[in-house]
């Protein structure tokens, strides 16, 4: 038919996106997940048997949430929660205290 249109692929070696493909690292040798972005071009490693491998990209994206409050402990193992007044100050509260 006239009006039927069709995909095109592009010529050449063409891969889809590689979504979390099993193979070594070329780098450290090492089983893990990989992603390509580029059509296998570069390779991405995501994760590996510790967990996920966390990358410039991933840091600037957490960096842009919002936190309301952030949990950190002293060296005697006292927790706070620190947060910032609407005049831009921190504040540390005592986790537990109001």
């Not at 991933?58 to 006292?78: L, Q, V, W, Y």
Request: charged share 20%; proline share 7%; glycine share 8%.
């Amino acid at each position: 038919m006239a009006d039927e249109t069709k995909d095109t692929v592009p010529a050449g070696n063409y891969l889809n996106n590689i979504v979390l493909r099993g193979m070594p690292d070329p780098n450290s040798g090492f089983y893990t997940l990989m992603c390509s972005k580029d059509n296998g071009k570069t390779l991405v490693p995501e994760y590996t048997a510790d967990g996920k491998l966390y990358h410039q990209r991933d840091i600037n994206r957490i960096a842009e949430i919002p936190f309301e409050h952030i949990t950190m402990k002293s060296p005697n193992g006292t927790a706070f929660y620190l947060s910032v007044s609407d005049d831009g100050q921190p504040v540390f509260t005592k986790v537990g205290d109001s």
